[in-house]
């Protein structure tokens, strides 16, 4: 490639770039996809816990708020229609405490304001119904909650986005962003130049490195970039466990819950590890923090059952003990360049919500 001119230039390859990407060829435009890893989805969105979130935790107001509850389903559509992989398995999120049961009224308001759909309160009893492994003091039933084959949903949305003309490069790193007039130069380390008049940040953990690369963008809107590792744990045993399993949320994550993938096989995570560097290893040592929690809602697991499973990094826009960090979409209202948009903090429920922030992120470039 020496000089192409497109009408936008999407950086990242994960599952967020990708929705935006195929929305924008939908809409007729023609779109580059430029991505520094190998393949599509490598960091953040296949390194999460694969859930179609129904929106009960966020900030009446807040951006994931806004985006999840709808974006829940609007992904359901886009599996039924396409095939995608996916089972709405429905969660329970558990109080095993006097104490605790009285969190779950925050919880479920929060979700009535977010308007999510299919909530109720539970009994005990009604959870040992479903679940007779799973002990609890007192629960929510969320029923649109559910799991997705992260891969399978990604390259349906590659198929769109080739499908009307779209391309992707991969092993592309860039090295230069300039604003020349209304457009945008795009150097990469190869020496290749694009020319963009729109360009679309969902770099991820790397958007504000990305940022920092755009000539003469003003430093003070680059948001400080947290990394909260989330690491799992998996197990061989089968417990015939059919629901995930949430306890109550902590401020930087939902918990150390129960996971399940599509052949219905359990795993626990994420917990929060915050790091400087990111790294990939689970240290199995954390088997300790992991089974202290784990064994409050499910007494049928035992700590030689876990073993160090894979982790992923979420890009917070707080550090430890600041509070919810939200998403962060920053247009030409915020940084006065036309046409650029920036995704930062992009971390759960980014898969869920990704076709609701490609329709709103297209609209900030039309």
């Not at 779950?104 to 679940?131: F, M, Q």
């Not at 590792?229 to 918990?255: D, M, R, V």
Request: with cysteine; glycine share 8%; aromatic share 8%.
């Amino acid at each position: 490639m020496s000089n192409n001119t497109v009408d936008t230039v999407v950086i990242g390859a994960g599952v967020v770039g990708l929705a935006i990407a195929r929305e924008l060829a939908q809409r007729k435009k023609d779109v580059i996809v430029i991505e520094k890893e190998t393949t599509f989805g490598s960091i953040t969105s296949t390194r999460n816990s694969g859930v179609i979130h129904a929106g009960i935790y966020y900030d009446a107001g807040s951006m994931k708020a806004k985006l999840c509850a709808k974006g829940n389903r609007a992904l359901y559509d886009y599996c039924n229609k396409k095939n995608v992989p996916h089972i709405n398995v429905g969660k329970f999120v558990v109080a095993t405490s006097e104490d605790e049961a009285k969190k779950l009224d925050s919880i479920y308001n929060k979700a009535e304001e977010n308007e999510v759909v299919g909530i109720s309160r539970v009994t005990k009893d009604y959870v040992n119904k479903k679940e007779p492994l799973v002990v609890c003091y007192e629960a929510l039933e969320v029923k649109s909650t559910g799991i997705v084959d992260q891969q399978s949903l990604m390259r349906s949305y590659i198929g769109d986005f080739e499908d009307n003309g779209g391309m992707i490069a991969y092993n592309t790193e860039i090295k230069d962003i300039h604003i020349e007039g209304q457009k945008f130069k795009i150097i990469s380390s190869d020496g290749t130049i694009i020319i963009a008049n729109s360009l679309i940040n969902a770099a991820g953990l790397e958007a504000h490195n990305i940022t920092g690369l755009i000539d003469g963008f003003s430093k003070d809107l680059i948001p400080k970039i947290y990394y909260a590792k989330g690491n799992y744990f998996e197990t061989n045993k089968k417990l015939g466990i059919k629901h995930l399993i949430y306890p109550l949320p902590t401020e930087a994550s939902l918990g150390l819950h129960l996971g399940l993938d599509l052949s219905m096989q359990m795993r626990f995570g994420p917990d929060v590890e915050w790091v400087d560097q990111i790294n990939y290893t689970v240290d199995p040592s954390r088997v300790n923090l992991f089974y202290n929690d784990i064994v409050k809602y499910l007494p049928a697991i035992k700590k030689e059952d876990l073993r160090p499973g894979y982790s992923g990094i979420r890009p917070k826009l707080k550090n430890k003990g600041e509070g919810k960090s939200d998403f962060m979409i920053q247009s030409s209202k915020e940084h006065g360049v036309k046409n650029l948009v920036n995704l930062f903090g992009m971390e759960s429920p980014g898969l869920t919500s990704s076709l609701v922030i490609a329709d709103y992120v297209s609209n900030l470039v039309e």
